[in-house]
Antibody
Framework: QVQLQESGPGLVKPSQTLSLTCTVS??????????WSWIRQPAGKGLEWIGR???????NYNPSLESRVTISVDTSKNQFSLKLSSVTAADTAVYYC?????????????WGQGTQVTVSS | DIQMTQSPSSLSASVGDRVTITCRAS??????LNWYQQKPGKAPKLLIY???SLQSGVPSKFSGSGSGTDFTLTIGSLQPEDFATYYC????????FGQGTRLQIK
């Protein structure tokens, strides 16, 4: 079955760019069968969908973050990545990657275990 | 954006109780509604998809219903492992989540 694992720096300085990678196993990221999403959750708060990418490279982003977000895919490494620019303390959160099937109804399953990112100088 | 509103925000119940959580969409989303369970320090887990379909491996005491703008998640005979936070999510358009319902032991 599909498994996802996030990785990247746990500490980012304000105004810099947050960069995370999600490594996919159990499925080919280039198969065209899935959307690959990023979601975040500040401590003690709810879930915020950041954006997603399809194998073709087409993306959808949360309008509230769109100006700062880039999601890309690397089929050779079976990974997809998140870049969030000009970060502030408000971007401190646990970041999750997740997948959804193209032919399904957009439910997110499975999820990675999540990675904590703290924005601080 | 489609706004998702859950009620209640928190709920206290006892082992053995049956509880219902409601999720309302700001516009019709047909049955593009999914429910997740999240325990502290863990990733959300899909329980119900397409409003009423039970995800594989999820106990049948979890059930979902609704269409259009109003949806419910019902949990029968609560057990200690069911006390968690529950989120709805619409997948009709750009995904959005409800604010969550924290289910606590009374």
């Amino acid at each position: 079955q599909v498994q996802l694992q996030e990785s990247g720096p746990g500490l980012v300085k304000p105004s810099q760019t947050l960069s995370l990678t999600c490594t996919v196993s159990g499925a080919s990221i280039g198969s065209g069968s899935y959307y690959w999403s990023w979601i975040r959750q500040p401590a003690g708060k709810g879930l915020e969908w950041i954006g997603r990418i399809y194998t073709s490279g087409s993306t959808n982003y949360n309008p509230s973050l769109e100006s700062r977000v880039t999601i890309s895919v690397d089929t050779s490494k079976n990974q997809f990545s998140l870049k969030l620019s000009s970060v502030t303390a408000a971007d401190t959160a646990v970041y999750y990657c997740a997948s959804s099937t193209v032919i399904g109804g957009g439910w997110l399953d499975p999820w990675g275990q999540g990675t904590q990112v703290t924005v601080s100088s | 954006d489609i706004q998702m509103t859950q009620s209640p925000s928190s709920l206290s119940a006892s082992v053995g109780d049956r509880v219902t959580i409601t999720c309302r969409a700001s516009q019709s989303i047909s049955t593009f509604l999914n429910w997740y369970q999240q325990k502290p320090g863990k990733a959300p887990k899909l329980l119900i998809y397409a409003a009423s379909s039970l995800q594989s491996g999820v106990p049948s005491k979890f059930s979902g219903s609704g269409s259009g703008t109003d949806f419910t998640l019902t949990i029968g005979s609560l057990q200690p492992e069911d006390f968690a936070t529950y989120y709805c999510q619409q997948s009709y358009s750009i995904p959005t989540f409800g604010q969550g319902t924290r289910l606590q032991i009374k």
